[in-house]
């Protein structure tokens, strides 16, 4: 089952690899004799935020924010609630891409509708970096400690 798993992963990954060659292809053809570029001095953007709105409208930003801000609150609210931590992660990655589409692209329903199918996949990406993570060194330390 985990090679099965692993070439879909393998596989998803080289077809938007390849969408992604055919998309940049599309928006920049390739010229035969390009104009040379004027003589301008590059510059590298350092971001100045951990995160802005458009970073958190993205799968990736999502996900790391939801990740993140799980694992904060996690502990305290297994003590207070014994809400199930799926619900959780779900309602915050849903919080988190309604929030940022509304400061990006601005909130309709479509994107709302949008928004809660890909807060499903922020979620289990989520949850298979903690598992791949965090819970890898809980267990590792509670083998320590035995």
Not at 21 to 48: L, M, Q, R, T
Not at 67 to 90: A, C, E, F, N, S
Not at 98 to 116: E, I, K, M, R, Y
């Amino acid at each position: 089952m985990k090679k099965l798993v692993c070439l879909l992963a393998v596989l998803l990954l080289a077809m938007t690899l390849i969408a992604g060659v055919f998309a940049e292809e599309a928006i920049n053809p390739v010229v035969e004799n390009p104009e040379p570029p004027a003589a301008e001095a590059k510059s590298v953007v350092v971001p100045d935020d951990p995160f802005d709105w458009g970073q958190l409208a993205t799968i990736a930003g999502a996900t790391l924010a939801t990740l993140l801000i799980v694992q904060l609150l996690k502990l305290p609210m297994d003590k207070v609630w014994k809400i199930p931590t799926r619900i959780i992660v779900y309602v915050i990655a849903l919080a988190i891409i309604t929030v940022a589409t509304h400061f990006t692209a601005g909130l309709t329903w479509n994107s709302f509708a949008l928004g809660a199918v890909n807060a499903v996949i922020v979620a289990l990406a989520a949850m298979g970096s903690y598992d791949l993570t965090f819970k890898k060194l809980e267990e590792k330390k509670q083998t320590e400690d035995e």
